[in-house]
């Protein structure tokens, strides 16, 4: 239940390919985020696996089943759409109850599953409510509510959070992610959010161009990133890439450092900079600084309370353990 | 502050409204000539009580009715196959919204004389083609027919209308409804008529006004006949103000009319009120 595989799938509109054929394999359970700058193809990638879309080659497996000609509704799976697409003239309770009714379940047992789900939800109160009279929040967990009470093989999530504040976004981000530990089904997850990304998953796909940079664990893809683009993706604030000298003096055409592999010193660092503006957040401290000889400032991290001004002159040392290297192409060099 | 647009209005309408209140109360007939006296609900009285008025009430309501049905059924239909993307679609959109840019006179003659003519229509000559006896269209079917015209003339419009809200439909909404397991018709039912109710209100309260006015149509095929099988409220006000010369007479035809289309009005309002809002 909940396995899917995609062999060699791909997608053209008209004569341009959005998806070049790519393989991907989702295990039982697992919570897996498609991650990418937005125009890259993840909701078409999810829309093929849901059916919304038919592929142009390869095939879609579901349960080593092939699924490639059924019709979204044959797939068991549920889908939780970004502009939640509920059905606005139906009660809360209609809306949860409809895939319910469109598979004939009798009224009682529609009844006792979608007060289940509304428990879940915290929708109880709500339930005779039409969705125009709800909260984004409260919107976004009715749609998850008519996912939830199929109980479908996987779901699949477009971008479920990009219409909320971001305070709601944090929120609804753990009640998603704990909806996962308590049901245990396979999930699917869009987003052009690196952050929702590292937080949430078991398994990240990068996605450029309709193809797959890089598959792994969240901490795989910040330790390991295996080319220039996951490397500038995952991760906040973004890698520095230092290319030129310096990239040359470690064998690479370009080097990458994260701004907490790099430590401030008193003396004899390896680089000396000039400090530019900075972002106090309290825990940390972000440093712009220009380092003599680099093209681009670097960015620095530093404690909550150190006391560096704007124009201080400091020595830099990155942590070696930690530099990245890359070659022309930006592949890893290992 | 009552502004002067706002009285020019009202005079526009006012005017015209209390001439016609205070010709029905008159005894006024151009051919009888006399002081006009004032004679009260007379009028009222003969207008009513005239076996024609029953007639025309009737054939109002199965003018208005089926012309109604036609056209919102025909309209939910072409709506949801102009929708579909086809070759040619702008061009094939104009060519069926054109029949509502034909004035009613020239419509109801075309469809007389070309279509419903049992001897040189078309239909009449499918007919013998076929080896069937052609359908006499105006004395056979004279209402059915006079209602066909309307409909032809009115599909349009209500196609328009409820194109215009079916393409206003999230599409995420109907494959929300797909992934939910919902088949084409149930996605019709639960889906678009919903979407769709309320333009159909508006379709409905719109062509009732106008379709309670019909006249061109029955004045150039019937002429309100045979008998009165074609004669609704309007073209009986005409008879009599126009063909018996009775002005007292045709207003007071002419005040029911009003107070008629109002009741029809304020019901469809009320009716439609909670949708609106909505
Ligand atoms: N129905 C379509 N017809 C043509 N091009 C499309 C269609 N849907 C998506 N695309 C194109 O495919 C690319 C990927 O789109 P999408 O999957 O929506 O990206 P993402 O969800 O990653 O932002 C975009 O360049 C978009 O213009
Ligand atoms: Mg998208």
Redesign the interface.
């Known amino acids: 239940m909940g396995q899917i595989h995609l062999k060699n799938v791909s997608k053209d509109f008209g004569n341009v390919t959005v998806i070049p054929p790519l393989d991907l394999d989702i295990e039982n359970g697992e919570f897996v985020v498609f991650v990418g700058p937005s125009g890259c193809g993840k909701s078409t990638l999810l829309r093929l696996i ?1 059916g ?1 879309e038919d592929v142009s080659g390869g095939q879609v497996l579901i349960d080593s089943n092939d699924v490639t000609s059924l ?3 044959k797939r068991r ?3 939780v ?1 970004q ?1 939640y ?6 009660s809360v309770r209609k809306n949860i109850a ?2 319910l009714k ?2 004939k379940i009798p009224p009682d047992e529609q009844n006792q599953r979608v007060e289940d789900a509304a428990r879940i939800l915290n929708l109880t109160d709500y339930l005779e409510r039409r969705p125009g009279q709800l909260s984004g929040g409260q919107r976004q967990r009715v749609a998850i509510g ?1 996912a939830i009470v ?1 109980e479908p093989g996987a779901f699949l999530f477009d971008e479920p959070l990009s219409n909320l504040d971001a305070a709601l976004r944090v929120g609804m981000r753990l009640e998603i992610a704990e909806l996962h530990q308590r049901l245990n089904t396979t999930m699917i997850y869009v987003t052009h959010d690196q952050v929702e990304a590292m937080t949430m998953a078991d398994k990240i796909v990068v996605l450029q161009n309709g193809m797959i940079e890089q598959v792994g664990t969240p901490l795989e893809l910040y330790r390991t990133p295996s080319n220039r683009f996951v490397a500038g993706f995952i991760g906040s604030p973004r890698m520095n890439f230092i290319i030129g000298e310096e990239a040359t003096r470690h064998n690479a055409e370009c080097i990458g450092i994260r701004p907490e592999h790099i430590e401030v010193v008193k003396s004899d660092g390896a680089w000396q900079g000039i400090v530019g503006v900075s972002e106090h957040l309290g825990s940390d401290t972000f440093f712009q600084v220009n380092v003599l000889g680099f093209a681009d400032t670097l960015t620095v991290r530093a404690g909550g309370e150190v006391d560096l001004k704007y124009g201080d002159t400091i020595n830099l040392t990155p942590n070696l353990n930690n530099l990245h290297r890359f070659d022309r192409q930006g592949q890893r060099i290992s | 502050m009552i502004s002067p647009s706002v009285l020019l209005l009202l005079g526009w309408m006012l005017v015209p409204l209390c001439m016609t209140l205070y010709f029905s109360t008159l005894r006024y007939n151009l051919i009888v000539p006399s002081d006009n006296p004032f004679v009260g609900w007379e009028n009222y009285y003969w207008f009513v009580t005239d076996p024609s008025f029953k007639a025309a009430m009737f054939n109002t309501l199965l003018l208005v009715g089926g012309v109604l049905c036609i056209t919102v059924v025909g309209g939910i239909l072409f709506a949801l196959l102009l929708d579909q993307p086809m070759w040619g679609q702008g061009l094939i959109r104009i060519m069926v919204i054109s029949p509502f840019f034909v004035m009613p006179t020239v419509s109801g003659l075309v469809w007389k004389n070309m279509f419903m003519n049992p001897v040189n229509g078309i239909f009449g000559h499918v007919a013998q083609a076929l080896n069937l006896a052609p359908v006499e269209f105006f004395s056979q079917i004279p209402l059915l027919s006079i209602i066909l015209i309307v409909s032809w003339q009115w599909l349009p419009f209500a196609t328009l209308i409820l194109l215009t809200a079916l393409q206003s439909l ?1 599409r ?2 109907l ?9 084409s018709l ?1 996605r019709f039912i ?2 678009m008529i ?2 769709l ?1 309320r333009a159909i209100t508006v379709v409905i309260l719109i062509q009732t006004i106008f379709l309670l006015s019909i006249f061109a149509e029955i004045l150039v095929t019937t002429n309100g006949g045979p008998g009165v099988a074609t004669t609704n409220l309007t073209y009986l006000i005409y008879v009599s103000s126009l063909l018996q010369f009775d002005v007292g007479m045709g207003s007071a035809g002419g005040v029911i009319a009003i107070i008629l289309a109002n009741i029809v009005a304020i019901f469809l309002m009320r009716l439609i009120g909670k949708n609106l809002d909505a």
């Open positions: 849901a919304l019709p979204p509704a799976l549920a889908m759409f502009s697409a509920l059905y606005p003239h139906m409809f895939p469109m598979a008519r199929r | 999230d995420d909404q494959e929300a409804a797909e992934m939910d397991g919902a088949k149930s639960y889906i919903p979407h109710a």
